[in-house]
């Protein structure tokens, strides 16, 4: 069992930044795959950005591409989400997931790939 810890949310003004932190449990993070997903109220739950565990590959959301950068620091067992330039739209519950992978190389946007999620923390943006 991964238990994966979120901190970091608030409030912010629009075109201000917030880095976002997921700690978690396990001794080993290797071997997962990390990502981050927000849901917005009234909307599906969606992919943001992933890293793979070992922090080559990274993938991001159209919408947050340029804005948003996801790294990992696998000796403090953490990932993180700096986000800069927001808006209003990226108001949101933002999730850390982590997804057991084979592959050093493999990170994916599917919600239903991640095994283990976080209790999320609450992002809000005000134009």
């Known amino acids: 069992q991964v238990q994966l810890v979120e901190s970091g949310g608030g409030l912010v003004q629009a075109g201000g930044s917030l880095r976002l932190s997921c700690a978690t449990s396990r001794p080993t993070f290797g071997n997962y795959a990390m990502g981050w997903f927000r849901q917005a109220p009234g909307k599906e739950r969606e992919f943001v950005a992933g890293?793979?565990?070992?922090?080559?590959?990274?993938n991001y959301a159209d919408s947050v591409k340029g804005r948003f950068t996801i790294s990992r620091d696998n000796a403090k067992n953490t990932v993180y989400l700096q986000m800069n330039s927001l808006k209003p739209e990226d108001t949101a519950v933002y999730y850390c997931?982590?997804?057991?992978?084979?592959?050093?190389?493999?990170?994916?946007?599917?919600?239903?790939?991640?095994?283990?999620w976080g209790q999320g923390t609450q992002v809000t943006v005000s134009s």
């Open positions: 997931a982590a997804d057991w992978v084979m592959s050093s190389t493999v990170v994916s946007t599917t919600r239903s790939a991640y095994d283990y």
């Open positions: 890293i793979s565990w070992s922090g080559g590959v990274k």
